[in-house]
């Protein structure tokens, strides 16, 4: 059983930053593919970024390729997503999922464990 708990949303303007963070209980974290997904209401889930139970590979999303970065601290159980220079098409609910098996890494439905979510705004 893994518990994730999201932090670091909020409201930035267009060209700015923000770092995420997901926070996991269990001493397991490390056996998990962590990854990042985003919604907006009446869309599906989106796969933004995922990081390898090492940390040592990783994938994103085409629309953040290049502005997004994904990484984790095992030692504190924490996996991060710093996001630069937003765009107001980056404003969605940002969920962080855990996966033990996980083949296919933007497929959301192999991610067994999800946050609550946290709230991203960029304005124009």
């Known amino acids: 059983q893994v518990q994730l708990v999201e932090s670091g949303g909020g409201l930035v303007q267009a060209g700015g930053s923000l770092r995420l963070s997901c926070a996991a209980s269990?001493?397991?974290?490390?056996?998990?593919?962590m990854g990042w997904f985003r919604q907006v209401p009446g869309k599906e889930r989106e796969f933004v970024a995922v990081t390898s139970r090492s940390g040592g590979n990783t994938a994103y999303g085409d629309s953040v390729k290049g502005r997004f970065t994904i990484s984790r601290d095992n030692a504190k159980n924490t996996v991060y997503l710093q996001m630069n220079s937003l765009k107001p098409e980056d404003t969605a609910i940002y969920y962080c999922?855990?996966?033990?098996?996980?083949?296919?890494?933007?497929?959301?439905?192999?991610?067994?464990?999800w946050g609550q979510g946290t709230q991203v705004t960029v304005s124009s």
């Open positions: 269990g001493r397991t974290y490390s056996r998990y593919t």
């Open positions: 999922a855990a996966g033990q098996y996980v083949s296919t890494w933007a497929r959301a439905a192999e991610y067994g464990y």
